[in-house]
């Protein structure tokens, strides 16, 4: 080993407490799609009439049964104190039960986290099972949070391409010709954000068996279970493949089915041992989550479905409608997807084109050029691992939803 000498240690010392923001911290970029939101919403409450694209949230109120379970709950005295900080005990069932319901999983409450929304519940679940050098695979394109979720684990994003000839899904090939000696985790999102690719029930048996195989976690995002189209089916990875369940961690949450996003109650399942620590985590990062929140997700999970069947509808409509208008537009390919509530469009036959007096070369240039002079926000592909490629949500009104792509139709139609 080789000494630090007094003056180096003076030097290391010094950089250290010359750094105002950590290393880890500060190396963490902002959620793109948030800032997209936040951007867009400034400019309306600035009297501009922005039409977003940007942020992933239902335009549906949150039921109306679910409303009244939060405001009964607010007048409940046992609600305005500390609860466990694994979630309350009949959240934990109910979760539990609905895993059951929905995707033929069985398991115990004890294996069932309630976390600070869906996004706390990714981060956690890399916390747990991720040590610094670790490696985690990561299809691209990938939803914004998950490289930042791992690299403030300590692990090492490792991007694994995918494109429109493979229907934005990765094959086991891709994987195992990125698989490292020190590849430990596999983030698995289907019906996936950005793309609205579902995976096929024998890709799902593939993947999951290759993870098996070697010895890797999953990461298993279902947060958009519920919403699919055109005859596409979400399958449970644990459940294709039962020798993966004790190498694997579902996250989910009450956010894009039951439209509350605000409410922030997501949770995370998976081995007790792996429940057990990130509760423990969880014990000092954030106690409970709010009470009132998991009553009111408690009313979701074991409501009815009625609802959510409705919203379903709804944006399968948006869907047929975002495709057919991208798809018109010169220079732009828009494949169809098959869940969630996002189009992934393909700018890569615009970029380098003139618009109005400037050539945009990056979709991140494009996409602001879009927000200048057509006043619409989408989120540009280089934020999902990407470039090239558009996001946008179609959880928005129809009349925003066919005015915002006409007037990117309109100005997009200049460009030459």
Request: hydrophobic content about 45%.
């Amino acid at each position: 080993m080789t000494a630090v000498t007094s003056s180096g240690s003076s030097d290391l010392a010094n950089a250290a407490t010359d750094r105002r923001i950590s290393a880890r911290i500060g190396g963490i970029a902002e959620s793109a799609t948030l800032a997209v939101d936040a951007k867009a919403k400034a400019l309306k409450a600035a009297g501009r009439p922005v039409i977003g694209f940007g942020a992933g949230e239902p335009d549906f109120p949150t039921p109306q049964p679910v409303v009244d379970a939060a405001v009964a709950a607010c007048t409940d005295a046992k609600n305005h104190r500390y609860s466990p900080a694994g979630g309350l005990p009949e959240l934990r069932e109910a979760v539990a039960a609905k895993t059951l319901r929905d995707s033929g999983w069985q398991v115990k409450p004890s294996q069932v986290l309630i976390t600070n929304g869906g996004k706390q519940a990714v981060f956690e679940a890399f916390a747990t099972i991720v040590d610094p050098g670790d490696e985690v695979l990561l299809p691209a394109p990938f939803w914004t949070t998950y490289p930042e979720a791992a690299r403030m684990a300590g692990g090492d994003p490792v991007q694994v391409d995918t494109d429109a000839s493979t229907g934005f899904l990765p094959t086991v090939e891709a994987l195992e010709a990125a698989r490292t000696p020190r590849t430990k985790v596999l983030l698995w999102c289907s019906p996936s954000n950005p793309t609205g690719a579902v995976a096929p029930r024998e890709l799902v048996e593939a993947i999951g068996r290759w993870a098996a195989e070697h010895g890797i976690w999953v990461i298993a995002d279902e947060i958009y279970e519920h919403l699919v189209y055109d005859g596409a089916e979400h399958v449970s990875m644990p459940v294709a493949v039962p020798e993966i369940a004790d190498r694997c961690i579902v996250v989910n949450g009450v956010a894009k089915t039951y439209a509350m996003t605000g409410w922030r109650v997501g949770w995370l399942i998976g081995p007790e041992d792996v429940v057990k620590a990130a509760a423990n985590m969880q014990s000092h990062l954030t106690s409970n989550v709010c009470n009132v929140a998991q009553r009111a997700a408690l009313a979701a999970v074991t409501g009815s479905l009625d609802a959510v069947d409705e919203m379903r509808a709804a944006f399968d409509r948006r869907r047929r409608t975002i495709v057919e208008m991208l798809s018109a537009i010169d220079g732009v390919e828009c494949p169809t997807p098959r869940g969630a509530f996002y189009a992934y469009a393909d700018v890569r036959g615009l970029l380098g084109r003139e618009l109005r007096g400037a050539r945009p070369q990056t979709s991140v240039d494009l996409a602001a050029a879009i927000l200048e002079h057509a006043e619409v926000a989408v989120v540009p592909g280089e934020a999902f691992g990407t470039p090239g490629y558009f996001r946008l949500s179609y959880a928005l009104g129809d009349d925003d939803l066919r005015t915002g792509v006409s007037r990117m139709a309109d100005l997009l139609a200049e460009m030459s």
